[in-house]
């Protein structure tokens, strides 16, 4: 299959993961629905006073998308699904961009109505049968951009890690943090010349301080810059090659 986009084979690559995803997905929506929903009535039953958990909405949001977006790849991991997977007649491009659309916007498209049907049902209950005031909910779309440029390295792990995708990437990450740690503090102890963290003297006059403004300054700004632009793109390329190599 060369590896170039055609519109209506990719709608239909969409349809196809849309229907084998919409059942999972379902069933995910329907126990957090119940779950919630008795968060909400049981302190009414107990004391008279509801709690709409509208708190507890966005780190549902961030960690169902996560998990999702890490799961995302697994029939292309399995022996006999991972056949038709790779046989489909769309291009490595197309399965990426359906893969891609589906744990991304329309996720994010889905869990905003989720989110707004269930704080309408809750709202009415607990007006019928506790006679209390709405609750307002308020999706945060910074959050949802924050979600769309991380997730993409959940994808990615999804498509490198044959189980446990989001364990792994978890894990990954842990190590990644204590090497960083570790090579921030030999790097601190280098360039203040610090042999003991016990007996730490810094003489303010030795240091350049708008020199130093400067560079944190540039640091700040080449991290912003680097997760907001560069950082999605990279994973969502690196998912690509995955899946081009799967299929040769």
Do not use: C
């Not at 999972?24 to 009414?44: E, F, K, R, V």
């Not at 359906?98 to 009415?124: C, D, E, P, R």
């Not at 909910?137 to 990615?156: E, K, M, P």
């Amino acid at each position: 299959m060369n590896n170039y986009f055609n519109l209506q084979r990719f709608l239909q690559t969409l349809k196809n993961d849309i229907i084998r995803n919409s059942r999972n997905y379902l069933i995910t929506l329907g126990a957090i629905a119940g779950i919630l929903t008795s968060i909400d009535l049981l302190p009414g039953i107990i004391t008279g006073k509801t709690l709409v958990p509208v708190h507890g909405y966005l780190p549902l949001f961030m960690l169902m998308g996560y998990i999702f977006s890490s799961l995302v790849f697994n029939e292309m991991h399995d022996p006999q699904k991972g056949l038709v997977f790779l046989t489909t007649p769309s291009s490595s491009l197309e399965k990426l961009f359906s893969k891609l659309l589906i744990t991304s916007l329309l996720y994010v498209l889905v869990m905003w109505l989720f989110f707004q049907a269930l704080t309408l049902f809750l709202n009415g209950l607990n007006a019928i049968f506790f006679g209390t005031e709405p609750t307002r909910f308020t999706f945060h779309w910074g959050i949802a951009r924050i979600f769309i440029i991380t997730q993409s390295v959940f994808l990615f792990a999804s498509g490198y890690f044959r189980k446990n995708a989001f364990l792994k990437l978890l894990f990954a990450g842990f190590v990644l943090q204590m090497f960083f740690s570790f090579f921030s503090i030999i790097n601190f102890k280098l360039f203040f010349n610090i042999s003991d963290f016990h007996n730490i003297e810094i003489d303010a006059l030795d240091l350049d301080m708008g020199r130093m403004a400067d560079l944190i300054k540039a640091l700040v700004y080449g991290a912003r810059f680097t997760f907001l632009w560069l950082m999605a793109p990279f994973f969502w390329f690196m998912t690509y090659l995955r899946i081009a190599e799967k299929e040769v």
